[in-house]
């Protein structure tokens, strides 16, 4: 069985910053793409950032120069650093991951239970 647990929500005022993480934990063999997704108030999910295990990130356009994503493959951690946050960032982020597990043999997606952002005006 394959965990996410992201940590590192919270409230923030305009202008603020943040630091999410995301931990993987379980029967895992190998990790592939990360990313994290948010999800608004009546709106549908949509991609933040991703990650793959070669290094290569890609970013929504509303978040790029804002929010960096890393990741620690040795931890099985992915981060999200999100500076200069506005309103418009309120969300719940979840943590996004592609995991090749042992037991079973399998390659699946997983998800993290997701983390609040809050950014007051």
């Known amino acids: 069985q394959v965990q996410l647990v992201e940590s590192g929500g919270g409230l923030v005022q305009t202008g603020g910053s943040l630091r999410l993480s995301c931990a993987a934990s379980?029967?895992?063999?190998?990790?592939?793409?990360m990313g994290w997704y948010r999800q608004a108030p009546g709106k549908q999910r949509e991609l933040v950032a991703t990650?793959?295990?070669?290094?290569?990130?890609n970013y929504a356009d509303s978040v790029k120069g804002r929010f960096t994503i890393s990741r620690d493959n040795a931890k099985k951690t992915v981060y999200l650093q999100m500076n200069t946050l506005k309103p418009e960032d309120t969300a719940v982020y979840y943590c996004?991951?592609?995991?090749?597990?042992?037991?079973?043999?399998?390659?699946?997606?997983?998800w993290g239970q997701g983390t609040q952002v809050t950014v007051s005006s």
């Open positions: 990650s793959t295990r070669d290094g290569t990130d």
């Open positions: 996004n991951a592609f995991i090749m597990t042992i037991t079973p043999i399998r390659n699946a997606e997983y």
């Open positions: 379980g029967s895992i063999f190998r990790i592939n793409t």
